[in-house]
Each structure stands twice: as C-alpha cells, then as structure tokens.
C-alpha cells in the first residue's frame, strides 16, 4: 500500500481521485475494496474534488463491503463532517448507510460524531437509525453518545422510518439520563401518537416509562396528551405523577370527552383515565357542567350522581369542593363517594351542606356513620378534600392539605366511584372541580 | 385536647349515626363497634371536662384503646383513629402562627400517617415561638421520663394521646405565663420564668 503521507501519494491522490470521479461507481468502488487501505481511502473520501455524490455511489457499491466502508469511515482522515454530507446523499442508500453504521469497524464514537453533524439531515438520520440493518443494540450505542439537538432526536423518533419497536428499545437501553428522554418526549417534533406507540411497546418497560412521566421536563400537558394516544394506558401504573382518574372539566362535558389534545389539562398530574366518560343514568338534569366544573343544582331529590366503573380500593381520592352557599341548614351533601356498590352503600368524603364540619362517612344499607368528623369555618371559597385508604382500610381525611383525621373501617370492600347528592335534599347549589383519584 | 372515650351511637339532626358527645358537637373519628364506638375526640379542655363527666362516657388510656382497635383490625394502631385538635390551631393562631403550617409537612414519616406529623410539626412550631427550645425540651424529658424530647415527638407520631397531652399541657401553661409577662422557660421538670426564676405552673 502506498504511504498517504509520501510525496509519491501526495503527488499521485489527485490522479487516484480524478481516475475515481471518472470511472462507473462501481469500478471505483472495486479498486477502493482492493488497492487501497482504510486510510487511503479516507483521504480519497476526503479529497475535496471528490465529489459528496460520487462518493455516496462508490459507498453504495455493491464492489464496496460494509465492512471497507466502515473502516474508511472510521479513519480520522475522513471527517465528520465530509462522512455526515456522503451519508446525507441519496445516492447512499439507507440499507447500505445502515450496514456501515451497523458494522463493528466503525466506532460508536466515530458513528456519533456523523450522526451528530449538521450535514447529515434529520431526514436522512431517521432514514438510517431506524433501519433494519442497523441493530438495536448498535443503534442503541451510537445513541447512547450522540449530542445533537433534542428537537433533532425528537424528530428521528417521530420519523415514519422509525419504529416503535426500535425507538422503544433505545428508549429503554439507553444510558441517557432519564431527563434527556423526558425531553425528547416533550419535544414538539415527538407527536402524542408517535410517543404513544412508543410507550405501549413491550420493549418499553414499565418502570423506564413510568420514570421518563414523573420527570419534570416532561410536561403534565403532553405527558396526558400521550397517556391519551396509549392503548394500555394502565402501564403507565400510579405513583409520581401518575394517576389513574383525572378529570378537571375543562371540556365542560360528561360523555364524549375532549381529551387533552384538543382542551389542555388542568390537572397536575398525569392520567390512566383522563376526562372518562361518566354514566350520567343518575344525573337526571341536575348534575351538569359549565366553566370548566361541576354543578350539582339545589335538589330535593337524593340520588342525584354520576358514577363511573373503576373498583379501586387503595389510594387517594382528590377533589375541589365549593359551596354555593354557607347559610344552608339542609343536606350532607355526601359529594365524593366510592367503594360504591349503590346509592345506599359507599363511603364518601364531603364538606358539609348544613353545618361547619368536613366529613368521611359509610353509608350501608341507608344508614350514615360519620367516621370522621373535623370542625372548619364553611366559606363559598374552592377547598380541596382529599381521602386516603390503605390494603388494611385505614382512612385519612385531608382539607386543603391538612390532614383532618384518621379513621378504620373495612366494612365495605371494593365499588365504584361516584360524585353527586346522595342524602337528603339540598337546597344550595354545590360545586365540584379537579377530581384526583391515584 | 384529644381524649379516648368508648360512647354509644346516637341519631344525629339527620338521622345518621353519630356518637354521643354529651350533646357537644366537637371533631372526633371513631371505630365501629356496632352499638358503641371507640372515639377520640377534640375539644377544649372545658367541652373536653363536659364529656368526661357524663356518665354515658367512658374514658380510656392509649394502651386500652390499643386493645380495642388491635382486636377490631389487627394491622391498625393508635394513629389511625386520630383527629386534628382544634385547640392547638387555636394556640397557633394566639402566638400568631397560621395553622395552616400543618401543611408545610406533606410527606409522613415513612410508614406511617400524616396527622401526627403535621400536628408535632406545629405544636413545634408553637413551642419554639413561646421560647422554649429543643434543649430545654430534652432536659425535661429526662429529668420528668428519663427520655429526650426527640422521644417524645416519637410517640406523638405513634399517635400517642398521652404525649400529644403532655406537650398541649406545657405549651397552655407557658402561654397563660407569657401572657401574664413571664418568659416561660423549661429548667429540668418546671417551668420557671427565666426573668424572675418564679415556677409557673403545673406541668
């Protein structure tokens, strides 16, 4: 082989690349497989009249191995960014360009230095990574090392060329900090869609997802956005800044929801279940919404709720309550139940309608128990009530954060979730707003 | 003030099953035990004194209401049938801290309810505004229980009515002295003045 170094090459390259640019591609691409090393053919590469197009059809040769190609490529002769505008050609083929990168010969470091470079488009990357003959595993490693724009990773992980399969598996192998991939599913050029495919792919595992939502650059906004796009959304599990039931009426509708996409979320968590579709068989006319909350219109009827299927038993229910009034002298009100089996058995959790108490009640078979009674001063304010139950049905009732008191019961054991009047008339109008369950 | 009582359910204004408080409407949370009900109650020490004399009422330390919710639910203890005593927001809001700092404290300790640790938490808080300091804390315990104040806080935590009422009891009497001119202070077992050294109340 000649020296690149010798006078003899310095004098004779340009006669090599002049041959080169005028032979049939794959005429050129044979002789670079056969007379020259890997060093000789970077500097061949790189020869500024060889041309990126020439170049992109000696690499896309069939007389050119993956192999040879990656070698070169590798070669500190060849540059980045000389690599990044032949791999940007379409005279390169991305099945080609995807073996080369694929190839052990080129360095992971090498290989990220040209997919990081402003040369090679996104296009075309996204064209490259998500190509089969790249494995997942290398993909995985180039990733691993890359710098380019998040708005840049974003792209390739929407680009059509890239499965979900594939970004799943990067997403879930890669040493990139949890917060980098919450970027990226935060990015813009990432579609709901696209980052919902992602996240349903069993070569995303729970736990990564789980951790790339509790991370807060990750919006609450586009993390609901994406939850709502999943076809298993339970996946995305409970703790964090997950939850199973949200929904904050921002849509001003019980059936046939707007989801997150087309009205923003104004929760501050991310939802299984966001904005669900309510069984309004026991609304009658009286339960409704408007600017974005829940009204439960003075009634003297006592049955009065909207109740939704979910049979959870642990964790915590969340709402915003508000009285229309604070004169009223009529009605528990009883607003957020659950464990419901019926109207007549459930437990709930409630400011009161006719007295200066916040309450956790049961209510079986007709008959209220107070378990939980705490004096507050009724106001027409917004306030938050919140219940806690664990496995061994220990309850805590919290108003505006405060933890009000603790409470056992296990007579009931599972039911749905219901908001509304469930004793006695009322006649003030009572508001709900912000519905947590998680 | 919080006290354990064993009281019979009674119809409410609504009808609802509520337990018999001697007719005072106070919080409270409670255990079902069909006809009766294990509750602790809050209330001032006068709405607390009225119950207690009621012959209807029986009064029960920590470890007899240990007994009755052990038999009722096993895994349950003192800190789940607990209620946030009014009268130590009131004590807050008389030494100019908003109750509402209950809420500075949002994660429990780990296994256990919030209650506790937001009510130690301003019962802190108040402590530290009437003058008496962690030191002092600890040297009371020591020389009253042969403890440390941390010990204390501990079993507040438990949801131990019996500390929640010793440290109540210090906290009223060193109020009652501050306002009287004294500056309260703990010296071993007393509470003195740390101006004029005169003892001030019982503790």
Known sequence: MIDPKSDYWRKNIGDVVFQMMRAPADEAAERLQNQFDAVEGAHIMQDPEMTADKAASIFNSSKLTAAKAASIINDKNLLAERAASIFDNANLSADKAASIFDNANLSADKAASIFDNANLSVAKLADIFGNANLSNDRATSIFNLMTRAIADLASVFNDADVDAAKAAYVTENTTKDVADLASIFDNANLSADKAASIADNTNLTEAKLQSILDNTNLSIQKGQEIVDAMSSPSKIGTGGRRGVIGDDWEDDKLTSRDKAATVATALDKIFQKFRPEWDTANADTKISVESGYLKIAASADYDLYIKLTDNITEGTWKMRQKLGAVNSTRGYNFTLAFMLKDKDNHYAAYISGYDDYVRFSKQIAGTVTHLIAASISRDTDWHEVKITRDADGNFELFYDGVSKGTATDTEITSGDLAIGQFQEDNDEDAYVDDLEVY | ?203
Not at chain 2, 26 to 55: F, K, M, N
């Open chain 2, 1 to 203: 003030m919080k006290v354990w009582i064993k009281t019979k359910f009674v119809a409410g204004e609504k009808g609802d099953r509520e337990p018999y408080l001697a007719r005072l409407k106070l919080s409270y949370s409670l255990i079902d035990l069909g006809d009766v009900c294990l509750c602790r109650v809050a209330g001032t020490p006068d709405q607390i004194s009225t119950i207690l004399a009621d012959a209807e009422i029986t009064q029960l330390t920590d470890e007899e209401a240990r007994k009755i919710i052990k038999s009722k639910h096993p895994n349950s203890d003192l800190e789940n049938v607990d209620v946030a005593d009014p009268e130590v927001d009131e004590m807050a809001k008389s030494v100019g801290i908003e109750p509402q700092a209950r809420a500075d404290i949002q994660v429990p300790t780990v296994g256990k309810q919030l209650l506790q640790d937001q009510e130690e938490h301003l019962l802190s808080l108040i402590s530290e505004r009437l003058g008496l300091t962690r030191d002092q804390w600890d040297t009371y315990a020591k020389e009253k229980f042969g403890k440390l104040g941390i010990d204390i806080d501990r079993e507040i935590r438990e949801g131990k009515n019996e500390a929640h009422e010793i440290v109540l009891n210090i906290i009223r009497e060193a109020k009652k002295a501050k306002d009287a001119g004294h500056v309260p202070m703990l010296e071993g077992a007393r509470l003195v003045c740390k101006n004029c050294g005169s003892v001030l109340g019982k503790i």
